[in-house]
């Protein structure tokens, strides 16, 4: 008769532990479902619209500009906090073209490793909501092949948008 009690108590913390299992994942769930409002789908900012502008063929050792077009579609100011730009074939960054300025001028940092190596930008003032800031990054083109440049634009700790536009790079006659 001693056994009884003991598999009641048993089952009765089996129980328990049951409804606090459940609960546990209600909550998981829930501060999911939370931060995926908050951040949106895919981790994309939501009042950020990019229009960029490059050449689809430029020759070895030339000049050449990737002018980006940053518009807040929000209803407050925005904030870029970085904005990374990467030169890659296979993933893999090559000397496809050199950044040699930009417009405005902007605090520049170079990452190696990490999701993507190359030059980072920072010091972007913010954009007031509806108005667009323009950004000017003159290359020079490297060696000739076909190219990928990598954009990666940062607002905030979790929310960025990335690009990657084509480009050519030919052989000097």
């Not at 990019?50 to 990737?66: C, I, M, N, S, Y």
């Not at 030169?87 to 993507?116: E, F, M, Y």
């Not at 190219?147 to 607002?155: E, G, H, L, N, P």
């Amino acid at each position: 008769m001693t056994n009884q009690p003991a598999r009641r108590r048993s089952n009765s913390t089996r129980i328990v532990l049951g409804c606090l299992a459940v609960l546990a994942c209600l909550c998981l769930a829930g501060a999911g479902a939370a931060a995926w409002f908050l951040v949106g789908p895919g981790s994309k900012p939501r009042n950020l619209a990019v229009e960029h502008t490059l050449p689809a063929t430029v020759t070895q050792g030339d000049a050449f500009d990737l002018v980006l077009r940053l518009i807040n579609t929000g209803s407050k100011p925005l904030t870029i906090d970085t904005i990374h730009v990467s030169q890659r074939t296979a993933d893999v960054p090559l000397d496809s073209a050199v950044i040699v300025a930009v417009n405005p001028p902007l605090q520049r940092h170079n990452s190696v490793g990490g999701k993507i190596a190359g030059d980072y930008f920072t010091g972007l003032p913010p954009i007031a909501p509806g108005d667009t800031g323009v950004l000017t990054f003159t290359l020079q083109a490297g060696p000739p092949g076909d190219y990928q440049i990598k954009v990666a634009i940062s607002v905030g700790p979790v929310q960025t948008l990335q690009f990657e536009a084509p480009i050519t790079v030919l052989a000097r006659p």
